[in-house]
């Protein structure tokens, strides 16, 4: 079914060569990297994280998302899911292979992650991490392909596809709850000692990957043969908005929590996101705009009437997006290693050549995501042709 992927119209080739630009731009700067080191990064020794992995943590919500249509689809017999619970397993594969190469990337010597598979240490989160994020990937890609492989024969998926959706459920569940952790454990950082982290990175994930996944479906919609009914797209809404609540109510308790108790340390990077610490403020407008795109996104979703509007909905499902990319993309992770153990704010500022690798990354996620929807739509239409020529 791969042959698919190579034939397609012009805009579809330029697309793909746009992405394998840069690709190329983006290796060209990782090779830069590679040969000098984490250098050429904004990372120090306070910073020891910075956008590569703080991309990795938002790109894992993303993957964890196409349990939001499974589980409807699988658990409840929502039929109107059907059509688009391939392109959310899709979806996921394409998220979870950019969230490795960002841990690729990451690395100073990308032969350490042989440590991993060679020195397993089933007493780190990150062990449980690779595990669970490489089980993942695995289930959805054989899941999507082979549903996809018996459909472009005309038979139903058998039932061990099935049981494999049924196991991919509660693992969609555990990728994002162990990133978590990775977060939670760490008691020297007040942002990220929390109980409610996991929680608070399964609303947002809810929230932020089905919007995505609406935001592909609506284009998918105007510019293929690939039509997503109206009933699902507002059902997956509803489903956003909800979680969206939900990722911003465990924001604010968050906040309550750290100015209640009036814990110094606890309210420094709060104070530092939000209005700036001894004189640094480099996230405020990233944080304020995410919180201002959060509400706006709520409020033009929760209106059945502004959701019914498709123009709008588009717009409200890009500001859910962006905010929840600013909160856990940025916020998140750059926030939590200010103040340092010394009480020093030391600012991150990513450099060209980090930008140009993450560029680079995205292409080839968007790469596989473009190839295998392209596989998706051209068996879709196969089928069709296939009934059509039956019922003459």
Same mark, same amino acid.
């Given at each position: 079914?791969?042959?698919?992927?190579?034939?397609?119209?012009?805009?579809?080739?330029?697309?793909?060569?746009?992405?394998?630009?840069?690709?190329?731009?983006?290796?060209?700067?990782?090779?830069?990297?590679?040969?000098?080191?984490?250098?050429?990064?904004?990372?120090?020794?306070?910073?020891?994280?910075?956008?590569?992995?703080?991309?990795?943590?938002f790109m894992?919500?993303?993957?964890?998302?196409?349990?939001?249509?499974?589980?409807?689809?699988?658990? /409840?017999?929502y039929k109107?899911?059907?059509?688009?619970?391939?392109?959310?397993?899709?979806?996921?594969?394409?998220?979870?292979?950019?969230?490795?190469?960002?841990?690729?990337?990451?690395?100073?010597?990308?032969?350490?992650?042989?440590?991993?598979?060679?020195?397993?240490?089933?007493?780190?989160?990150?062990?449980?991490?690779?595990?669970?994020?490489?089980?993942?990937? %695995?289930?959805?890609? $054989?899941?999507?392909?082979?549903?996809?492989?018996?459909?472009?024969?005309?038979?139903?998926?058998?039932?061990? $596809?099935?049981?494999?959706?049924?196991?991919?459920?509660?693992?969609?569940?555990?990728?994002?709850?162990?990133?978590?952790?990775?977060?939670?454990?760490?008691?020297?950082?007040?942002?990220? &000692?929390?109980?409610?982290?996991?929680?608070?990175?399964?609303?947002?994930?809810?929230?932020?990957?089905?919007?995505?996944?609406?935001?592909?479906?609506?284009?998918?919609?105007?510019?293929?043969?690939?039509?997503?009914?109206?009933?699902?797209?507002?059902?997956?809404?509803?489903?956003?908005?909800?979680?969206?609540?939900?990722?911003?109510?465990?924001?604010?308790?968050?906040?309550?929590?750290?100015?209640?108790?009036?814990?110094?340390?606890?309210?420094?990077?709060?104070?530092?996101?939000?209005?700036?610490?001894?004189?640094?403020?480099?996230?405020?407008?990233?944080?304020?705009?995410?919180?201002?795109?959060?509400?706006?996104?709520?409020?033009?979703?929760?209106?059945?009437?502004?959701?019914?509007?498709?123009? $709008?909905?588009?717009?409200?499902?890009?500001?859910?997006?962006?905010?929840?990319?600013?909160?856990?993309?940025?916020?998140? %992770?750059?926030?939590?290693?200010?103040?340092?153990?010394?009480? /020093?704010?030391?600012?991150?500022?990513?450099?060209?050549?980090?930008?140009?690798?993450?560029?680079?990354?995205?292409?080839?996620?968007?790469?596989?995501?473009? $190839? &295998?929807?392209?596989?998706?739509?051209?068996?879709?239409?196969?089928?069709i042709d296939?009934?059509?020529?039956?019922?003459?």
């Open positions: 079914m791969l042959e698919k992927a190579l034939y397609g119209s012009k805009r579809y080739y330029a697309w793909v060569g746009l992405l394998m630009i840069l690709i190329v731009i983006g290796l060209v700067a990782y090779l830069k990297q590679f040969n000098y080191g984490l250098g050429v990064t904004g990372l120090s020794r306070d910073v020891s994280w910075g956008l590569y992995i703080s991309q990795f943590t894992v919500g993303v993957a964890a998302s196409a349990v939001m249509v499974a589980i409807p689809y699988y658990l /409840h017999d109107t899911f059907g059509r688009i619970v391939i392109l959310g397993e899709f979806l996921a594969v394409a998220a979870v292979v950019t969230c490795v190469l960002f841990i690729f990337v990451d690395l100073g010597q990308p032969t350490r992650v042989l440590n991993i598979v060679l020195h397993p240490t089933p007493g780190s989160i990150m062990f449980w991490d690779m595990v669970v994020l490489t089980g993942y990937l %695995v289930l959805n890609f $054989v899941i999507g392909w082979s549903v996809l492989g018996y459909e472009k024969k005309g038979f139903p998926a058998p039932h061990w $596809v099935k049981v494999l959706t049924y196991i991919a459920i509660p693992w969609a569940i555990s990728i994002h709850t162990v990133t978590a952790f990775l977060y939670a454990g760490l008691p020297g950082k007040h942002y990220w &000692l929390t109980a409610i982290m996991a929680a608070r990175f399964l609303a947002s994930a809810f929230a932020a990957g089905p919007a995505l996944l609406i935001i592909i479906c609506m284009i998918m919609r105007k510019l293929t043969s690939f039509k997503t009914s109206t009933r699902a797209i507002q059902s997956l809404a509803t489903i956003v908005v909800y979680a969206m609540i939900a990722n911003v109510f465990f924001f604010l308790l968050e906040v309550f929590t750290a100015f209640y108790s009036n814990i110094p340390g606890h309210m420094a990077t709060f104070q530092y996101l939000f209005a700036g610490l001894g004189g640094h403020n480099n996230l405020v407008p990233l944080m304020w705009s995410a919180a201002v795109l959060a509400f706006l996104g709520i409020i033009l979703l929760l209106i059945p009437k502004w959701r019914r509007n498709e123009k $709008v909905l588009f717009l409200a499902l890009i500001a859910v997006f962006v905010a929840a990319w600013l909160d856990k993309g940025i916020g998140l %992770v750059l926030g939590g290693f200010v103040p340092n153990a010394l009480g /020093h704010v030391t600012e991150y500022i990513p450099t060209g050549a980090e930008l140009t690798i993450i560029m680079g990354v995205y292409a080839i996620g968007l790469l596989i995501l473009t $190839v &295998l929807y392209k596989v998706v739509i051209a068996v879709r239409e196969q089928s296939n009934n059509q020529s039956e019922a003459l």
